[in-house]
């Protein structure tokens, strides 16, 4: 929410909590509410949109030191919701500035936010077809949004003309339901990308020139016996693209020269031998003999959950055994990992600071 200063985890048992730096220390703050919470679907102008477990769509919002909810779904013509934008677009504050989500029977619903002027309006969706995913929310081309259908076909939104359009794709190419990642250099480029993930697990981009129009690129896979799990991203600088790999390894897609590579980022571990304290400067890529667990609740490997951009050079990840991991992009341009965060939810490294609010 707070680049470098706060972000929310919501676990599978419905309770939602902030992590958030105050005067130099990091604590847990846990927010109250009378239902459980599925997820959160999207920020804009330091409020929290989240799902509860009826489907309503929320905000939690901070005004100076006080907290409030506001129930989206109970206002006028209010949706009940299911997904929503991926978390990295280009963050914007017109008048007229909304937020997308996916209603419960696959339709496209955008809500105006800017000026606090909440208003709900229903885009359908493309003929004869419910909606899975958004892929980008305006990242790649203002006022379009970009969607995959329960086909795997990939689709547009305009919000000026109030039109669908299906994009070309082979037979054999099928998206999985998983957001994207908008990618370009710069916000003024005329280049660029979105990235997703294929039914099969491969990499897929598809790019924009002047010259040659939009063309499809497979990636595939880092490894032939790995497959990606999850959504792409998030991108830094428009040459670094962050994935997740069914090994449980982070994999950085990367330009070098003009030409896409990958590297093998492996996951973070505590050398408990050398009396570790989830500080380290190395990944554990495969190599299993050289991590002695101690701990049978820890599972050091990387979840599906798409990662956050926490700055402009750090990026969070959830593991499997709920914990967090932060990556650090040092002056040399190398990635490490740097350290690992117990959560209120984790049977591991259960040492924390909780407070509650309400």
């Given amino acids: 929410m707070q680049r470098g200063k706060s972000f929310f985890l919501i676990p599978d048992n419905g309770l939602i909590f902030e992590y958030l730096n105050t005067e130099n220390a990091w604590f847990w703050l846990r927010h109250e509410h009378s239902t459980g919470i599925k997820g959160a ?93 958004i892929v980008d929310q305006e990242g790649f081309r203002e006022n379009i949004v970009f969607v995959v259908g329960r086909n795997g076909r990939l689709y547009q939104y305009n919000k000026v003309t109030e039109l669908w359009h299906e994009h070309y794709q082979s037979q054999h190419l099928v998206l999985s339901r998983s957001p994207g990642t908008a990618v370009r250099s710069s916000i003024l480029s005329l280049k660029g990308s979105l990235f997703m993930i294929s039914e099969d697990g491969g990499l897929v981009e598809y790019r924009w020139s002047s010259t040659e129009g939009w063309y499809w690129i497979e990636h595939g896979p880092p490894h032939t016996n790995v497959t990606l799990v999850g959504a792409p991203g998030p991108c830094f600088g428009g040459n670094e693209l962050f994935l997740i790999g069914s090994d449980g390894n982070v994999y950085l897609r990367y330009l070098d020269q003009g030409e896409w590579k990958w590297r093998d ?94």
């Fill in 41 to 133: 679907l999207g920020s804009y102008n330091g409020s929290l949109f989240v799902v509860d477990e009826h489907g309503s769509l929320l905000i939690r919002e901070r005004s100076s030191s006080d907290l409030a909810w506001i129930n989206c779904t109970d206002m006028r013509k209010g949706k009940r919701v299911i997904g929503g934008p991926p978390f990295d677009g280009i963050p914007r504050t017109k008048a007229d500035e909304a937020i997308f989500f996916i209603s419960r029977s696959g339709r496209l619903l955008q809500f105006t936010v800017g000026s606090r002027k909440f208003k709900w309006k229903d885009c359908r969706s493309p003929a004869g077809m419910k909606i899975a995913s």
């Fill in 265 to 358: 980022c492996g996951f973070p571990y505590e050398d408990y031998r050398a009396g570790g304290d989830g500080r380290q400067d190395g990944a554990k890529a495969g190599n299993d003999d050289i991590c002695v667990d101690m701990d049978k609740n820890c599972d050091h490997k990387v979840s599906s959950t798409r990662p956050i951009p926490f700055s402009e050079d750090s990026i969070i990840f959830e593991l499997e055994d709920g914990r967090l991991a932060e990556m650090k992009r040092m002056e040399d341009r190398r990635w490490i990992w740097l350290r690992t965060i117990g959560t209120p939810t984790s049977l591991c490294m259960a040492d924390f600071w909780t407070s509650w609010a309400s």
